[in-house]
């Protein structure tokens, strides 16, 4: 089992930044992948930015060039830099593990930024 802890959401003005961190406990050494999802009132959940266990990272085309995912493996912390935020990046953001155990999910830390 892995447990998941999201924090560093806020309010924040359109072109500032915030900086999201996903604290991961239990099997941590199984993890394969962690992503960073969002999802707004009344749209559907989608990626953000993932990192694979080899260190490659991938991004959705509405960050890349903004966000960046980055972690801090000896303590097992994952974190999305977020820069130059926009009024439609608001949205619940949540990290998400794959492991050799399954699939585990945060409980989500809300971000949104004003116009």
């Known amino acids: 089992q892995v447990q998941l802890v999201e924090s560093g959401g806020g309010l924040v003005q359109a072109g500032g930044s915030l900086r999201l961190s996903c604290a991961a406990s239990g099997s941590t050494a199984s993890i394969k992948a962690m992503t960073w999802y969002r999802q707004a009132p009344g749209n559907e959940r989608e990626l953000v930015a993932r990192?694979?266990?080899?260190?490659?990272?991938d991004y959705a085309d509405a960050v890349r060039g903004r966000f960046a995912i980055s972690r801090n493996k000896a303590f097992n912390q994952y974190y999305l830099q977020m820069n130059s935020l926009k009024p439609e990046d608001t949205a619940t953001y949540y990290c998400n593990a794959v492991s050799s155990w399954g699939n585990f999910w945060g409980q989500g830390t809300q971000v949104t930024v004003s116009s």
């Open positions: 990192m694979i266990v080899d260190g490659t990272v």
